[in-house]
């Protein structure tokens, strides 16, 4: 019999439906909320009410942001002449974090899988093609994940891109194939970006 009050198992579930909690994880997490002030628990609420209040994806570039355009484009200090491509909007954040890539963004919301029906049309390729269409970019850079999808993401966007006189290049190696940016530590990273190769 759980003798658990249904309030706490409901809790459970949501947690165990968060990527990379288990079963003992959610229950060391209800025991801390249970016990820690009330104001705490009503805090962590307010906060994950407001994600989907507040944070959307800026029109421009698709990064997550509470102003619309973001902060990076909308930045005049910022390089306009590059753009680094990466698949999802938290991504952005481990490349900042290097503080060696100053110019624009664009996230693509995903990658090409055609296993999973996803195409070309499901992406924001076709905005990506648009901005660099409006002039002004020299270079774009494809930091789509090192992995089989990321790697024929990349060489879509490359083709759709040959003939416009646009630099088109992809990190250095020092990124694992198979894992994912956003894991990468921020040494590694930064060092890929200051490397990357011609596509």
Do not use: F, K, N
């Not at 590059?82 to 490349?95: G, H, K, N, Q, R």
């Not at 994940?145 to 630099?167: F, K, N, Q």
């Not at 990190?171 to 990273?189: F, R, Y």
Request: with cysteine.
């Amino acid at each position: 019999m759980d003798l658990r009050p249904m309030a706490v198992r409901v809790l459970l579930e949501h947690l165990q439906r968060l990527p990379g909690i288990g079963p003992r994880t959610a229950r060391s997490l209800a025991d801390h909320l249970l016990t820690v002030e009330p104001a705490q628990v009503a805090g962590l609420a307010e906060a994950l009410a407001r994600l989907h209040e507040r944070v959307r994806l800026c029109s421009v570039c698709s990064m997550l942001t509470e102003g619309d355009p973001c902060p990076v484009c909308t930045d005049p200090g910022r390089d306009r002449t590059a753009i680094l491509v990466v698949e999802t909007p938290t991504t952005v954040w481990s490349v900042e974090d290097t503080r060696q890539y100053h110019g624009l963004y664009h996230v693509l919301l995903g990658h090409l899988s055609p296993l999973h029906g996803v195409g070309p049309d499901d992406l924001t390729i076709d905005a990506l093609l648009e901005r660099c269409r409006s002039g002004g970019i020299a270079e774009v850079i494809l930091a789509t994940d090192p992995t089989v999808e990321g790697e024929t993401t990349a060489v879509y966007i490359a083709r759709r891109l040959e003939g416009s006189g646009i630099t088109v290049s992809r990190p250095a190696s020092g990124i694992p194939v198979g894992g994912e940016l956003a894991a990468v530590d921020h040494l590694t990273l930064a060092q890929a970006l200051q490397s990357r190769r011609r596509v």
